[in-house]
């Protein structure tokens, strides 16, 4: 069973970057696809960005796109998002998850239930 840890949130003011990271453990994740999720206070959890197993593809959120980059480095179990420009819209928990994908050169999908490894969750705050 593969779990996944994510790190990297924190305070950061308007403008700032960012790198979150989340971690895999278990099994290789090569065969995984992976997403980006966040939940701010009061709102349903959304969709931040997606990858593939091999990390030929990638999807984003357009409220993301051109600011927001996800990686991975299937050596190292790891998936990044790094995050540019920050705005105080960014704020929320952001959560790592992964689905199991034969094909790996195809992105996890935005819809959250098709994920069924998450994440604890990495607080993420922006100051105007």
């Known amino acids: 069973q593969v779990q996944l840890v994510e790190s990297g949130g924190g305070l950061v003011q308007a403008g700032g970057s960012l790198r979150l990271s989340c971690v895999a453990s278990?099994?290789?994740?090569?065969?995984?696809?992976m997403g980006w999720f966040r939940q701010a206070p009061g709102k349903e959890r959304e969709f931040v960005a997606a990858?593939?197993?091999?990390?030929?593809?990638?999807t984003y959120a357009d409220s993301v796109k051109a600011r927001f980059t996800i990686s991975r480095d299937n050596a190292k179990s790891t998936v990044y998002l790094q995050m540019n420009s920050l705005k105080p819209e960014d704020t929320a928990v952001y959560y790592c998850?992964?689905?199991?994908?034969?094909?790996?050169?195809?992105?996890?999908?935005?819809?959250?239930?098709?994920?069924?490894?998450w994440g604890q969750g990495t607080q993420v705050t922006v100051s105007a």
């Open positions: 278990g099994r290789t994740i090569l065969f995984y696809a």
């Open positions: 990858i593939s197993g091999s990390g030929s593809s990638t």
């Open positions: 998850a992964g689905g199991f994908s034969p094909n790996p050169s195809v992105p996890g999908p935005t819809n959250d239930r098709w994920y069924d490894i």
